[in-house]
């Protein structure tokens, strides 16, 4: 049994050890000294429920992560192995933890949307970079070269504020999911700019690269965001104060991708100078340097359990690589082009490359072979997406096209078309009922399930 990281004194083990005999009595006892659970949260994707409790008198939580749950999975297993697991899930609270895992089973088996267009949106006049859903999917947002970034409301497709003030093209954005309260946008102006989500008041300009800025992220937790330049370099800045709080040099030319962990206090940066580095946002030091591509980074992903790192190369090749370590698991030459975009699915269990050549390949995490390959696109396929449940997988491509690849079946079950001009990205909304598509026709069209 696990042992809480919490400390208990000897006199405290004494009195309770009496009391309850078995491992697992006793840890609850101490949770009924020192924990008090006070409400479940469901999660769908990826399967899982968080616990809400106090302990001393702070507000915590801690995830029960499901992530090989099926819909015909044995519950009462499942409740049976969680509870001699977890201390805070006593006999009483079972029959709801029952409840939400039958929950969860019932949006697995759900079945998949078709998807029809819902909006045609003009966005800017000059052309789009980006294009970034919030987690509701009710609103996303837009960058372009016209040195604005739009927020626009899915359903109505409307325009509900204009964020303006950087003086050369807005190239990344990106909002910080899961709050959504707050917008980061980058520049050719060689500055990040941090903007309220609901008011379109500019908090921060953040300033000290020294070349255009191409790709930027928040932390989960909305407490950092991370800028990659031209310049060579990536900075983290303090979300509230907008100051500066460190330069990561170790690169020999540009950064063009990074990515947080959802824990652990990791960045990871891939640059064209065909490596990744692992940083450490506690001490800001490098970890590890991840060398074996031949030619440069196009774009990294971090698994769901933040152990894994998937890196797409201009080599032809992704790899996958264990965090921790700095090792290279797996290199995959399967791709016969180079690679445009890699991505997990929710659960770490399944990612996916997409090609110069329009193929997309998935491949099973723990098997580490192709599971499905789709070649239906006739040019470039330059993003691709899971959906929620990771059943299926979704692609932009410069085929003017974006197509929905069923992976149990291997086929493409749906084409979403129209754009007079190349897609260049995709998106789709937490619960799967919302897809957006971006063109540099400048449209970028709203579809739903």
Known sequence: VPIPSYALTDACCFLLSPLFP???????????????????????????IILEYMRRGELHTKSIDLLDLTADADVDLIVEEISAQEPLITP????????????????????EPKYKLKKKVKAHVLPLTNVCLNKSGTR??????????????????????????????????AFNNPFGDKIVTASFDKTCKVWDAESGECLHTLQGHTAEIVCLAFDFESAFV?????????????????????????????????????????LVTGSFDNTCIVWSTTSFRQLHCLIGHQKPISNIAISFDNTLLLSGSMDATCRLWDIEAG???????????VVMDVCFDST????????????????????????????????????????????????ASADKTSKVFDIETKKCVQTLDGHSGELFSCAISYEGDTIITASKDNFVRVWKG
């Not at 939400?100 to 697995?108: E, N, P, T």
């Not at 372009?144 to 990344?172: F, I, M, P, Q």
């Not at 090792?327 to 082009?337: L, P, V, W």
């Not at 995490?365 to 192709?370: A, D, F, G, Q, V």
């Open 140 to 173: 996303f947002i837009t960058g372009s070269y016209d040195r604005t970034c739009r927020v626009w409301d899915t359903a109505s497709g409307k325009e509900v504020l204009s964020l303006e003030g950087h003086k050369n093209v807005v190239y990344a954005v």
């Open 348 to 395: 770490g269990q399944k990612f996916a490359s997409s090609c110069v050549d329009g193929t997309v390949i998935v491949y099973d995490t723990k098997l580490l072979k192709p599971i499905a390959t789709f070649k239906e696109h006739t040019a470039e396929a330059a993003k691709i997406v899971f959906n929620p449940s990771g059943t299926r997988i979704v692609s």
């Open 22 to 48: 078995s491992s697992l009595e006793f840890l609850r006892g101490l949770c009924w000294v020192t924990m008090k659970l006070l409400r479940f949260l469901l999660r769908f994707h990826p399967p899982g």
């Open 226 to 266: 991370a800028s990659g330049s031209m310049d060579r370099t990536a900075k983290v800045w303090d979300v509230q104060s907008g100051k500066e709080l460190a330069t990561l040099q170790g690169h020999t030319s540009e950064v063009v991708c990074l990515a947080f962990t959802r824990v652990g206090n990791i």
């Open 92 to 111: 009483s609270k079972q029959p709801q933890v029952s409840q939400l895992i039958k929950r969860l089973q019932k949006r697995i088996g759900r079945k």
């Open 327 to 337: 090792a290279c698991i797996m290199t995959n030459t399967s791709q016969s082009d």
